[in-house]
């Protein structure tokens, strides 16, 4: 594996070694390669010769493999995440910030993600997941940041399910009402 990093660009590259036609250390079918947005500060996947880029794994990913490569490779600092709580953030002209663990299911508007291809869970499955999540990160076990870094569906997983700074109509109308109205730290 070798890892690029230009000072000025916009862009960290990391690429398969070529003698190895098969799955890269992250995982990844031959010809893709994990790319880091700096404008967004997320990794997304890379095909280098057919210029397709996109922010969910290619398929025939070794998702365990990848998962392990973007624990070790892709995480953002605990330092610049406080703790990794949910919440309100102190924002301007009406704005949150707040992080979240999505644990999508087969119905969700779009079924798959980083860690799964094909979801096939259901509703009620995705439901118990979450309490049991809710369950642990209560009791004090773990924290939301350190259990969205490897349990979320969404991409924000790499930076401890952090969305950022959002303001009304930026987000899913349903998330976004119960996003509102939470407490700082709840």
């Known amino acids: 594996m070798v890892c690029i990093s230009a000072q000025s660009g916009p862009v960290k590259v990391c690429l398969a070694d070529p003698a190895m036609p098969e799955k890269s250390e992250a995982g990844l079918p031959a010809g893709w390669e994990v790319r880091h947005s700096n404008s967004k500060n997320l990794p997304y996947f890379f095909n280098a010769a057919t210029k397709e880029s996109r922010w969910e794994y290619p398929a025939n990913t070794d998702t365990e493999k990848l998962k392990a490569y973007m624990e ?4 953002a600092s605990v330092e610049s995440q406080a703790g990794g709580g949910g919440g309100r953030g102190t924002g301007r002209d009406g704005k949150i910030r707040a992080a979240h663990l999505l644990v999508k299911h087969r119905d969700s508007r779009r079924p798959s993600s980083w860690r799964e291809t094909d979801i096939t ?3 009620e499955e995705a439901i118990a997941i979450l309490e049991g999540y809710e369950k642990r990160i209560r009791n004090g076990e ?4 350190d259990l969205a870094l490897t349990e ?3 991409t924000s997983a790499r930076k401890r399910g952090d969305l950022g700074y959002f303001g009304p109509g930026e987000m899913q109308k349903e998330f976004e009402v119960v996003a509102f109205a939470l407490k700082i730290g709840e």
């Open 121 to 123: 869970r259901t509703k």
């Open 142 to 145: 773990i924290s939301l940041g």
């Open 72 to 75: 070790q490779n892709h995480s």
């Open 152 to 154: 979320s569906d969404c």
